[in-house]
């Protein structure tokens, strides 16, 4: 198992808690972020903004800020690369025992750093190593809780056993054990939009575990302009990553079929769609994504004229009409 190495020392941290938010263009919005951390009832934090190469004033904002409060923030600045790369490059510089990602849109509740370090801590000493995360709710600025609540009030799984088996949807938030994020980085080898559960679902592959509470962290600021929302609404733009979670799905994931067999479904189904829009943009598939098992090959296939049929809808509505070639497919 990951955790048993009886060579692994622990770092020395500096603070119980990193903040980290990546940020592009955002200064209007981290004010948000910044007042949020203000009120915190626990202070042993550190707040580290990596900025993607923003070209307004975020950077005289972070620098106001550093000159204001007691808690001390970190500024970086790099050449656009992506969210992703911002965001490795942040745990990187991580000198807190957790991680928390918290974007330059969104907020915390006033005691939710106080809340994740009591609920980390009540996770035994010598069961920690296990355990990758504390997630808990969001809830959105009017009050109403974001997505559905867990079964249990504190419940002990991954984030495969959440989406699948207990059929738990909508956008969480919490902490992540940085130890164990420096050995999970976001592929940045992959261009553009990479989903974020990619690297958690790698993690419960590995054995980690994340301790789910009803307990709400973070206030869900939803923008048209956010990395997720665009990559669920736009399938040409963001193929290569939705064709990487529905193939992390088909493949890699297929132990969970049995709880939501409907979910795989789709999952092929997408497999084939979105495959079809990398085709059209002659975007190549990464190193090593091979579709392999009997259980995974035959589900794509049975499920690829349905795909095709996604993918023709897709060019549609982006105004286009099929090619002869895309008829001849279907036919």
Request: net charge positive; proline share 5%.
């Amino acid at each position: 198992m990951p955790w048993r190495s009886a060579s692994y020392v622990p770092p020395a941290w500096r603070y119980q808690f990193t903040i980290l938010t990546p940020t592009y263009n955002r200064a209007h919005t981290l004010q948000r972020v910044y007042e949020s951390l203000c009120e915190q009832t626990f202070q042993d934090f550190e707040w580290v903004v990596v900025d993607d190469g923003s070209t307004d004033h975020t950077k005289k904002r972070i620098q106001q800020w550093q000159q204001e409060v007691l808690f001390p923030i970190h500024y970086v600045w790099q050449p656009n690369q992506h969210k992703k790369a911002a965001f490795n490059r942040g745990v990187r510089m991580a000198q807190g025992e957790l991680v928390v990602a918290l974007d330059s849109d969104d907020s915390l509740e006033a005691n939710a750093l106080y809340d994740m370090a009591r609920t980390w801590k009540e996770i035994p000493q010598k069961e920690r190593e296990r355990f990758v995360a504390v997630t808990g709710l969001c809830k959105t600025p009017e009050g109403n809780i974001v997505g559905d609540m867990y079964p249990y009030d504190v419940l002990d799984a991954n984030p495969l056993d959440i989406q699948f088996k207990f059929g738990v949807t909508g956008e969480k938030f919490g902490c992540l054990s940085t130890a164990v994020l420096q050995r999970f980085p976001f592929p940045e080898n992959i261009e553009g939009f990479v989903p974020e559960s990619l690297v958690w679902r790698s993690m419960a592959r590995a054995g980690y575990l994340t301790r789910f509470v009803n307990q709400v962290y973070r206030v869900y600021h939803d923008s048209s302009d956010s990395l997720s929302r665009q990559g669920k609404n736009n399938a040409a733009t963001h193929a290569l990553g939705l064709w990487l979670l529905a193939y992390d799905t088909v493949v890699d994931s297929l132990p969970w079929f049995h709880y939501k067999p409907v979910a795989f479904i789709k999952a092929g189904m997408r497999y084939t769609r979105f495959a079809l829009h990398m085709r059209d943009q002659s975007i190549a598939r990464p190193h090593g994504y091979r579709l392999h098992g009997l259980g995974a090959i035959a589900l794509v296939v049975a499920t690829a004229p349905f795909g095709l049929l996604l993918f023709l809808r897709d060019k549609l509505h982006m105004g286009g009409r099929p090619s002869d070639a895309d008829r001849k497919r279907v036919a």
